[in-house]
């Protein structure tokens, strides 16, 4: 079985930067697909980034060259590096697991994956 336990979000003001991360307890093999969505009250959940086991990434639009996703395998932990957030960024942030590579020819789904975390909370002021 897989626990993942996210930590790192918090308030800032729009322009600010947060990390978040992701700790996974339990058998997680490298092959495994890495991923972080989040939920705004009152929307769908959105994926935001994923992480393949040879380092490749992918950024949805709406977060490309602001957001960062990365990886540790070592520590079994992943990363989201967000910079110049803004107000839209408000959400509730999930990390998540796929136990298989990441599906490059489809857009991010969360419907693919197999462990959640509980969230973190992510609140940007303007």
């Known amino acids: 079985q897989v626990q993942l336990v996210e930590s790192g979000g918090g308030s800032v003001q729009a322009g600010g930067s947060l990390r978040l991360s992701c700790a996974a307890f339990?058998?997680?093999?490298?092959?495994?697909?890495m991923a972080w969505f989040r939920q705004a009250p009152g929307k769908e959940r959105e994926g935001v980034a994923r992480?393949?086991?040879?380092?490749?990434?992918g950024h949805a639009g709406s977060v490309s060259g602001r957001f960062t996703i990365s990886r540790d395998n070592a520590e079994n932990t992943l990363y989201l590096q967000m910079n110049s957030l803004k107000s839209e960024d408000t959400a509730m942030y999930y990390c998540?697991?796929?136990?298989?590579?990441?599906?490059?020819?489809?857009?991010?789904?969360?419907?693919?994956?197999?462990?959640w975390g509980q969230g973190t909370q992510v609140t940007v002021s303007s």
């Open positions: 998540a697991a796929r136990v298989s590579n990441c599906p490059w020819s489809r857009l991010l789904q969360g419907n693919e994956y197999n462990y």
């Open positions: 339990g058998y997680i093999d490298r092959t495994y697909c």
């Open positions: 992480i393949d086991s040879t380092g490749r990434t």
